[in-house]
Each structure stands twice: as structure tokens, then as C-alpha cells.
């Protein structure tokens, strides 16, 4: 067969090739079996080498217009195909309100998640998050906090105990101490963590739960702070209006000393027969107050220069108000639906 | 404490509406955890039984004239049997209105009633603890009175929470005096001057040998009556909780509740020599204490004792030998003071508690004890015992040591300033002595009944309690730069985010337990630990023991979901070393699946609790590539658990939970769990950007014939090596088993990434270094290309 019969057969079969193909893919085999580096094409170029060299050039322009001619026949079969492609495409209607596929979602306990919304507030304010031990001996736990054997509010933290000195801590407290003991003032750290009470469990109370406990040493730190930050801290956890009021109160580790009380987010302070808050207008926080002298004394800090103010919360409780649940129980019972609904 | 607001309004001018009582006591630092309201009674006034005489028509019914001051007598009937003429009683008129009826003009058996006699029950009293019958009154009371209104009946209790600091405020007067002070309005004290006798009468003797009794006043009072107590002090101890005995044990709580003093009183005449000892008791030492329990004590309890026997457990309670019974003519008081903390070890020892005790255990002021003493001599009196000459044994009262501070202080702590003649008009009407010095400070002087005020910082609150604790303004501080780290805290938030964004969800459980987690991992026929950690006083088995994992509540809680579930906890374990109790910080993944229908030699649920640990640890470390080993732990499948170590040391274990727990745990499908000691992982390395090279790569997947046992990891580490510089990845892929190979081998697909720096790299040069780097594998493993 000669060159041109060779063309016009070739063109004859990417004719027929062409007409055979559906769809952008097949074109794309299409293209290679023909203009491909080992396709047709190039196995007719190298049938160029036969001819005498006189006629070389004008076989070459032959092949090549015969390449120009296929390229363009592709390109436009190419579009054709694409546009059929995405018409096809846009004239899909599926029903979008038909349940979503479900990814493998995970989620932060709502006790944590309020730990370290809290934790994050004061870090905001420059304050470190220091987390310790949750088995602490009978120093951390009373002596040190002003808390001396005797003490008759040593009943008010009722402990479980591991050996005669050495106890699950009540309280997060302990943190107070050894944070002090490490660090000369400034000071200002928050202290999330588990603490442990022999308390009867029932809908308000379990014997084990968690708290946060704030510290702030420094010269000219006062009440007024305390109340700053906490006012900060509830706005951030329960709503924007949220307002702080203190109460006196009696802890042997602060003085003065102050029950933390916020607007009851339910009612918004309305009280009447709110569930939440028994008609009050406020919810119980926890404790707070100026850091006892004997307390810095403790840990050599002198209290006519430095002072400072402590709080101690309970999370499960905070949770509690604001997720709206009824028992608090199910903090520490992971049903699934719970865990879901606050995820 | 319950406070009832008709008693507290002897002393103090307070607002009508109990609500406000309350609200001002909770600002104050006195919580009210209740306000009891009380019914309202109409129509009760008291009558006089003039004439008392048979029903005509019934027996068991009696017919009185009721005098009841102004306007005819009534006539009325009654079943009850303790009425006689002469008695001052409670008479419902026509129209009262009782909390569980009205009174009605009505026929009793023909005769018309013109009202009704009533009980303590009628008037919302504890019926239990009052007469059997008719209520009644002292014959002072004139006919007519109204009954309610004179015994301030329809008047709320508040229950009032009392810090332990402030035991002089378990008191009706101290609590007065605080809403007085805080009010700026008098405080009404009772008569307290005392009416002892004169000299030269009888005297007791008191002996104190511990110094646990700081002081003692005895008193010795004669021609003492017993009977009941007038009607206003039953009432009013009934109101507060304490049930009406007789009148000498009532005067006792009366003063103790009105004052906080506790008091006891002796018969006298079974006091040999009218001689009290205070000392310790013997080993041994019987005691029956009036309410007939027996007890055996032992030095560490403080008696107070006649020469023969016991006859108080000092702060506790009085023996039954010597208490004071209708036969009483003769009594000692005693009004002591005793250390607080010896009391309270008392009483934890011998496990009760008394109203005197509990206010004894919070160290009482020494200076209550005259206090005490001089309120009950002029009730005695009043009821007509002969006080004689009291005396005091013991410390001499002190006055409290003057505390000195700085005016600035109280801006110092409070953040704004009181003007200085607030402050001391403040603390007056708390009882403080205030004095400025020069150079701005204060002397101030706490008042004798307050043993909880000892610095400044004590002071500063009684100001900002009586200022009002709502003056202290809102400021955020501006915090100095310091040197303390959150690395641990934000290590462990991290790992919460981390594992959330994998699809797990956080759980929180108990760390205590009972003995069934150790029952269940014995029943798998595996070693609980050896020496758990053990909560010495638990409140039930159920809290006995310290976790030493977070799988066995892990397990607990996917076997409950009883479908596939993923959660993760962070939290501390437990475990002994060297007798020594230490803890440290857990993070524990996993998820429950349903098995899959795959060969004995492979599981795919294992491979992704593998991923997950890989991208969990990614996350965690900076790094990338993490080898893993197989082992053996406590807990995880023998054949399905590996090791995953970084710089040669283990920083997890990921696995499937032993099946055998599985079982015992009662989960239906199998579970597979990642553990991590956090504590174990190295600080996060920042990862170095490398840029790709531009230049096209190749690759090669070779399909290589190899012993079953060998593990994917060993073959893809030698192929690496051996194939030199220019391999840039080697990751298997496939794994297969069976007629295809001999036995004993498997086939492991691995694809071989290849990439020169400089140049491309050639079909021929990449061929060359895969014909190496098999025979090389030949070499060390006998690892053949399936063809
Ligand atoms: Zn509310």
C-alpha cells in the first residue's frame, strides 16, 4: 500500500473509531490508539523512511495535515461529548431532603466541655492550667489550707481515705499549695481536675465529681477582682446578661470569704416557679474568697504584700444549669442518648 | 437551726414578710434552706373552764362553761378526759378556722356546742409531744386572749444553715444581733444580770483536773418544782424542735437555744459532798446516760463526776443518776466551757450527738458560760427556785487580744474604701471595741462571745458583711506575666479534641469500683492486679477499689450499648509501687464491632483501631511513621495486639480486648481498644517542611512470597533499605494465603515508590534496583517474586 492509501485508510478506521465512541473516556483511547507515541500515526511516519528522500517532505506535510485534521475531529468530538456529559449532569434531580449518610461523629463530654470552656477563659486572662494528683496527703488537703487536725470543718470535707494520712482529695485545694510552694507571685493559675467526698449519690450529689479551682496572687489583688473574673467566667459559660452576687460565707482557706451565687439562667432571675433555681433567682456556684494569711504564710508568701483570691467550683453542677439537666447522676453514666443530645 | 420568727422578734425589730428575714440572713452568711409557713389559724382565743359537767345524753362526753372574758360563757362539749374546772385551755370559738376544719354551731348528742376545746394537734403543734388531750395554758393567761397572736403561732420557721465558725450565732440572740447590726437598729437582750443569793447559802464544789474544761460555773438552786413548763416556752421549744420535757430540762434547752450556752443541770441530792470532778474517765469507765443508753468509755472521754461515779459526759450528755426528776428539790447547774475538739472526738467515738454537743464541738467563747448561767438562774427564779451564790471555776475570762490593721487594708482586700466612721459604727453593733491609732490604723477589739475573729483579714469581713458584700464592684485584674506551664492540662485537651475529631466519643466514669471488675477478670481466667488500691472507709462495696485502667468501665459501657459504638476516656489510674500509691494519666480509645467474615489471619477492625492510634499519636507527637511490635498485655487478644514504640520505648497498646473479657463483661461483639499512658509520649516535634521533588517518580508493586510468620513491617524496613536512596515509600498493601502458595507462606503485595533527586528516573534503572532488592530479601528472609 502506498502513503496516501495508507492515510485514507487510517482516516477511514479514526472515522469509524470515532463514531464507535461514547462518552470523553473512549475518545481519550480513541486519541491514543491513533496520535499516541506507539499509535498508528506514528507508525505510518515511520513508513516516511522507505520513500525516497526527494519525496519525504511532501509525505511528511501529508501526514501531518492528515494529524491536523484527526486533532481537530477529536477536539470537537471531545467537546460534543463533555457538553453531552454535563447537560446529562444538569438534568439530575435527586431529592436532597433524603436522610444524610452519617459520619463516624465523636464529641466531648459536656462536663469537659465546660471544664475547658472555663479553663479557656482564664487562660485568656493569662492564666495557666495546672492539673495534679488526685490521691494527696492530709497536708495538702487541710493543714496546709488552714485546716489544722480538729478543725471542725475537716467534717465538711468527708473523705475517702487510703491510709491514715493520705486521702482521695476533696477538694482541689491541694493545687493551691503546691502551685505556691513552686512559684513566687505572681501567681494565677485554674485547677481542673476530679475530687472525691463520701456523699450519699442521689440526684444532686455524687461522691465523686470534678471542680475548678482559680488562684490569683499578686500585689493589690482584691474581692472586686474575684467578682470581675467570675462575672467573666458565667457570661462566657451561661449566657451574656449573666450577673454575680456573693454571699459571706466560711471557708478556713479564704478570708473573707463569699458564696458565689449567678442569675439563674432558666428564669433569668425571675424566679417564681422556676424548677431550676426553687424561685430564687440564683443558682449556687460554689465557694470562693480572699486567700487566708495563714494560708500565704504557709507558703511564705507575706501577706501584708501579697494578696489574692481562690474559688472552687463544682463543673458536674455548672453542667448541671447549663445544659438544663435534671439529674446529675447522668454525667457519669455516658448513655448514649445523653452523650448525643449535648455532643 | 430552726429559728422560729416569733421567738427571734423578742430581740430584734424585723420586717413582716419571712421571706425578707431570710433574704437578709442568706446576705449576712446565714443561708435559710427553708422557710416553714405556718397554717393560718383564726377564731382560737383561751377560756377558762368555769363549771364542768356529764353530757345528759352520753358518757363518754363531758359539757363545760368556757369563760372566755368578755360576753357570756360558752357552753361546749368534749370527748376528751384531762379537762377540769378550774384549767385555762384552747377554745375554737364559732367560725375559727383550724388547718383541717372550721367550726360550726352543732348538736353533740342534743346539746348545742357552742365551739370546740382543741389540742396541740389543732394548732399545728407535734401532738406527740404535748398533753394527751386538751391544750393547756398557764393560769396567767386571761380568758379571751387570742391564742395565735399571743404565742405568735402563725409566725414562719426559718431553717437556718450555720458556718462552724460561727457557733455564737446557733443562738436565737446571736442571730439578733446580726440582723441588728446589719439593720442599724437595738438589739433587745433578755434581763442577764444574775440573781444569784447571797452569800453564806449552800455551794458546790468543783474540781477540774483536765484542761479540756477551760471554765465551770456551778450553781446550786433549792425548793426547785418540777412539772411542766409554762405554754409559751413548750411552744416555743416545740417550734424549734425540741420536745417540752419538764421544766427544769426545758429551761436547760431554752437558754441554750436563746443564748448557745449548753447547760446541765444534777439533782443535787445525788451528789455526795455537792462535788463535781472534771477529768478524764477511766478505762473501762460504765456510764448510762439519761436516755438509758450504755456506754463504755475510755480516757478519752471527759466526765464530769461525783466522788463516787460519772455523771456527764462533759458537752454530751448527763447520767441517768443524777438527772433531775419530779422527786428534784435540790439541783447544780453547770454552765462550762470544754475544748472543742475534744468533745467532737467524744462524740465521733461513742457515735451520737446532742444539741450540746454540736455547739460545744465549735469552741464556745469561755465568757458565754456567765452568760448562760445568769439567763437560766432568772428563769429558775421566775419559776420559783431559790438561786444561791454561783461561782466560777477554772481560766479566768480574758479579754480577746486587740487586733491592729491598717485603714488601707480594707481597700486592699475589698477593692473600695469605707469612710472610717462607718467602719466603726459597723463594727459596734457587732460588739467590737474600735480605736484609731495614729498612722491610720485600727485597733479593734472582737467582742467576748466571738471566737472566730483572730486578724485583720477577720475583721475586714465582719465590715464587708455589715457594708454589704453587694459593694464590692466588678474589675477584670490585669494579670503580670508569670512562669507557670499547662503542658499536662493541654496535653490531655488535646488528646480529648484529637480523639473527638476520630469519631470517638468522651465518656466520663467512677475511678472507684467494687470487687465484681476483679470478679469478672478472675472469671476470664486472668490475674487481677496484684495489690489494689483500697479505699479504707468506702460508703458501699460498690466504691471499694481505685481503677487500675480505664478498660474495664471501657468494656463496661460499650457491652451496654449492645451495637457498634467508639468512645475515649482521660483519666487517672491507680497502682501500687513500692507500697507506695501513685496515679497517672490514661487516655483509652476504643470501639465495638461487628465481627467480619474475614480469614483467621487477618482483621481489619484491628488494622483501623490501628489507623486511629497512628493518627492519634501523629497528632499528638509531630510524628509520622510509628513502628509497632507484636506482644502479650494484661487485658488485650494474645494474637491481636501490638505495641506501638517510639525511640525504642512503648507508647501504646492497641488491640482487641481478650475475648475472654469479652465474655465476661457480657459484651456481645468484640471490642478494640487503644491505651495510652500520656505521660509516656514524647513533647510534640514540630514537623520540618520538606519541598517534594518536581521530578516524576515510579513505581513497582511487587508481589513477594514470603513465611507466614513474618511480620508486613520487618519485610517493608528491609525492602526499604535494600532498595537504597532513591526509594521514597514502601507500603504494603495485600496480604494472601492459601492454594496459590506453598504452605506456611503468604504473599505479601508491597509497592515500592521510587524517585531520584536529579533526574528522572529510567524504566531500566528502576528494574535494576528492584532485581537488588528482591534478591537482597532472598538473601536475609528466602523471599521469592510470585509470578
Ligand atoms: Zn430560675
Redesign the pocket.
Known amino acids: 500500500m502506498n502513503l496516501a492509501d495508507n492515510l485514507e485508510d487510517l482516516r477511514a478506521r479514526f472515522e469509524d473509531a470515532l463514531k464507535n465512541s461514547a462518552g470523553a473516556s473512549s475518545l481519550d483511547a480513541v486519541r491514543v490508539a491513533f496520535l499516541g507515541r506507539s499509535g498508528e500515526v506514528t507508525a505510518v511516519r515511520r513508513s516516511i523512511g522507505k520513500l525516497p528522500p526527494a519525496e519525504r517532505p511532501a509525505a511528511g506535510q501529508r501526514i501531518n495535515e492528515a494529524v491536523e485534521q484527526m486533532e481537530r475531529a477529536l477536539n470537537e468530538a471531545q467537546a460534543n461529548a463533555q457538553a453531552l456529559e454535563v447537560g446529562a449532569s444538569l438534568s439530575q434531580r435527586i431529592d436532597v431532603t433524603f436522610p444524610s449518610i452519617k459520619p463516624q461523629q465523636g464529641s466531648i463530654h459536656p462536663m469537659k466541655r465546660v471544664m475547658h470552656d472555663v479553663c479557656a477563659y482564664f487562660e485568656r486572662h493569662g492564666f495557666a492550667v495546672v492539673v495534679g494528683p488526685e490521691i494527696e496527703p492530709d497536708y495538702y488537703n487541710f493543714d496546709a489550707l488552714n485546716i489544722p487536725p480538729d478543725h471542725p470543718a475537716r467534717e465538711g470535707f468527708d473523705s475517702f481515705f487510703l491510709t491514715p494520712n493520705l486521702l482521695l482529695r476533696p477538694h482541689t485545694s491541694p493545687m493551691q499549695i503546691r502551685t505556691m510552694q513552686q512559684h513566687r507571685p505572681p501567681v494565677a493559675v485554674v485547677v481542673p481536675g476530679t475530687c472525691y467526698r463520701r456523699d450519699a449519690v442521689d440526684a444532686r450529689h455524687l461522691f465523686q465529681f470534678n471542680q475548678c479551682e482559680g488562684l490569683l496572687i499578686d500585689e493589690g489583688v482584691h474581692m472586686g477582682h474575684l467578682k470581675g473574673m467570675l462575672t467573666g467566667m458565667c457570661r462566657e459559660i451561661f449566657g451574656s446578661e449573666q450577673q454575680v452576687r456573693f454571699r459571706p460565707s466560711y471557708f478556713p482557706f479564704t478570708e473573707p470569704s463569699a458564696e458565689v451565687d449567678t442569675t ?1 439562667p ?2 433569668r432571675g425571675a ?1 417564681g416557679e ?1 424548677r ?2 426553687g424561685g430564687s ?1 440564683w443558682i449556687e456556684l460554689g465557694g470562693a474568697g480572699m486567700v487566708h494569711p495563714n494560708v500565704l504564710r504557709n507558703v511564705e508568701y507575706d501577706p501584708d504584700v501579697y494578696s489574692g483570691w481562690a474559688f472552687g467550683f463544682g463543673v458536674e453542677r455548672m453542667a448541671l444549669v447549663r445544659y438544663d439537666v435534671d439529674d446529675i447522676r447522668r454525667f457519669f453514666e455516658n448513655d448514649h442518648a445523653f452523650l448525643e443530645q449535648l455532643a | 437551726m430552726r429559728v422560729p420568727l416569733g421567738w427571734l422578734r423578742d430581740y430584734v425589730e424585723l420586717p413582716a414578710d419571712p421571706a425578707a428575714v431570710a433574704e437578709m440572713l442568706a446576705l449576712l452568711g446565714f443561708p435559710v434552706a427553708a422557710i416553714e409557713m405556718r397554717p393560718a389559724i383564726t377564731g382560737v382565743i383561751a377560756g377558762r373552764i368555769a363549771e364542768l359537767g356529764k353530757h345528759p345524753n352520753a358518757d363518754r362526753l363531758q359539757v363545760g362553761r368556757i369563760d372566755v372574758g368578755d360576753g357570756a360563757p360558752l357552753t361546749i362539749a368534749t370527748a376528751a378526759t384531762n379537762v377540769a374546772a378550774g384549767q385555762t385551755i384552747a377554745v375554737a370559738t364559732i367560725g375559727a378556722r383550724l388547718p383541717k376544719l372550721t367550726i360550726e354551731r352543732r348538736k353533740m348528742r342534743g346539746l348545742e356546742s357552742e365551739g370546740m376545746m382543741i389540742s396541740a394537734d389543732e394548732l399545728a403543734l407535734p401532738e406527740e409531744w404535748f398533753e394527751d388531750g386538751i391544750m393547756q395554758f398557764d393560769e396567767s393567761l386571761q380568758p379571751g386572749t387570742d391564742v395565735v397572736e399571743y404565742f405568735r403561732l402563725s409566725e414562719a420557721v426559718l431553717d437556718v444553715e450555720i458556718t462552724s465558725n460561727r457557733v455564737d450565732a446557733m443562738s436565737l440572740i446571736g442571730l439578733a444581733r446580726e440582723l441588728a447590726a446589719y439593720q442599724n437598729v437595738p438589739l433587745r437582750t433578755p434581763d442577764l444580770s444574775h440573781p444569784g443569793g447571797g452569800a453564806g447559802g449552800p455551794k458546790a464544789e468543783v474540781t477540774i483536773e483536765s484542761p479540756d474544761c477551760r471554765r465551770f460555773v456551778a450553781q446550786i438552786f433549792t425548793r426547785v418544782e418540777s412539772g411542766p413548763s409554762p405554754a409559751w416556752m413548750r411552744i416555743r421549744l416545740a417550734l424549734a424542735g425540741q420536745r417540752p420535757i419538764n421544766r427544769l430540762v426545758d429551761i436547760s434547752n431554752y437558754v441554750m437555744l436563746e443564748t448557745a450556752q449548753p447547760l446541765h443541770f444534777y439533782d443535787a441530792g445525788k451528789i455526795p459532798n455537792k462535788h463535781l470532778i472534771v477529768r478524764d474517765a477511766r478505762e473501762g469507765e460504765r456510764f448510762v446516760a439519761l436516755d438509758s443508753s450504755e456506754h463504755e468509755l475510755n480516757p478519752q472521754a471527759l466526765v464530769i463526776a461525783s466522788e463516787t461515779s460519772a455523771e456527764c459526759l462533759a458537752g454530751l450528755m448527763g447520767a441517768r443518776n443524777s438527772e433531775v426528776t419530779d422527786q428534784t428539790t435540790e439541783i447544780i447547774l453547770e454552765s462550762a466551757n470544754f475544748s472543742g475538739p475534744r468533745i467532737r472526738r467524744t462524740a465521733g467515738q461513742l457515735g451520737f450527738r446532742t444539741e450540746a454537743s454540736s455547739r460545744h464541738e465549735k469552741s464556745l467563747a469561755p465568757a458565754l458560760t456567765a452568760v448562760g448561767a445568769a439567763r437560766a438562774a432568772q428563769l429558775l427564779a421566775q419559776a420559783g427556785a431559790t438561786p444561791h451564790e454561783p461561782v466560777a471555776f477554772g481560766e479566768p475570762l480574758s479579754a480577746a487580744a486587740p487586733i491592729e490593721f491598717k485603714i488601707s487594708d480594707v481597700k486592699r482586700l475589698l477593692g473600695y474604701e469605707l469612710p472610717l466612721p462607718e467602719i466603726s459604727e459597723r463594727l459596734d453593733g457587732l460588739g467590737f471595741k474600735v480605736e484609731p491609732l495614729t498612722g491610720g490604723v485600727l485597733r479593734v477589739v472582737p467582742p467576748a462571745w466571738r471566737t472566730d475573729i483572730t486578724c485583720s483579714a477577720d475583721v475586714i469581713e465582719e465590715i464587708a458583711r455589715m457594708a454589704g458584700y453587694d459593694r464590692i464592684s466588678s474589675e477584670i485584674p490585669a494579670v503580670r506575666a508569670h512562669d507557670i506551664a499547662s503542658g499536662d492540662y493541654r496535653r490531655e485537651r488535646k488528646a480529648a479534641v484529637t480523639l473527638a475529631a476520630l469519631g470517638y466519643r468522651e465518656i466520663v466514669t467512677y475511678s472507684l469500683h467494687g470487687a465484681q471488675v476483679y470478679d469478672k477478670i478472675r472469671r476470664a481466667g486472668l490475674d487481677p492486679p496484684a495489690r489494689p488500691i483500697e479505699v479504707q472507709n468506702p460508703l458501699s462495696e460498690e466504691q471499694r477499689y481505685l481503677r487500675h485502667s480505664l478498660g474495664p468501665a471501657m468494656v463496661t459501657h460499650l457491652a451496654n450499648a449492645n451495637q457498634p459504638a467508639r468512645a475515649f476516656e482521660i483519666g487517672h489510674i491507680f497502682y501500687n509501687e513500692d507500697r507506695q500509691p501513685l496515679e497517672t494519666s490514661m487516655a483509652f480509645f476504643a470501639f465495638s464491632a461487628e465481627p467480619r467474615d474475614e480469614p483467621e489471619w487477618h482483621d481489619s477492625n484491628y488494622l483501623r483501631a490501628k489507623g486511629d492510634c497512628e493518627a492519634f499519636l501523629r497528632e499528638m507527637t509531630g510524628e509520622s511513621r510509628f513502628e509497632t511490635a507484636a506482644d502479650e498485655r494484661e487485658g488485650f487478644h494474645p494474637g491481636k495486639t501490638g505495641v506501638v514504640l517510639m525511640g525504642g520505648r512503648e507508647i501504646a497498646v492497641v488491640g482487641q480486648v481478650d475475648p475472654r473479657l469479652q465474655r465476661t463483661f457480657e459484651s456481645r461483639l468484640p471490642i478494640y481498644a487503644c491505651r495510652i499512658i500520656l505521660s509516656t509520649l514524647p513533647p510534640y516535634d514540630v514537623p520540618q517542611f520538606k519541598p517534594p521533588s518536581k521530578l516524576p517518580s515510579t513505581y513497582r508493586d511487587l508481589a513477594l512470597v514470603c513465611d507466614a510468620d513474618l511480620p508486613a513491617q520487618r519485610l517493608e524496613n528491609a525492602l526499604r533499605s535494600a532498595a537504597g536512596a532513591w526509594c521514597t515509600a514502601v507500603i504494603a498493601f495485600d496480604e494472601y494465603r492459601g492454594s496459590q502458595v506453598p504452605p506456611g507462606k503468604k504473599s505479601l503485595a508491597i509497592r515500592l515508590t521510587l524517585q531520584k533527586p536529579d533526574a528522572t528516573i529510567t524504566d531500566a534503572e528502576a528494574d535494576a534496583v528492584v532485581e537488588k532488592a528482591v534478591s537482597a530479601l532472598h538473601a536475609e528472609f528466602g523471599v521469592t517474586l510470585r509470578v
Open positions: 439563674c432558666l428564669c424566679g422556676c431550676m433555681c433567682g
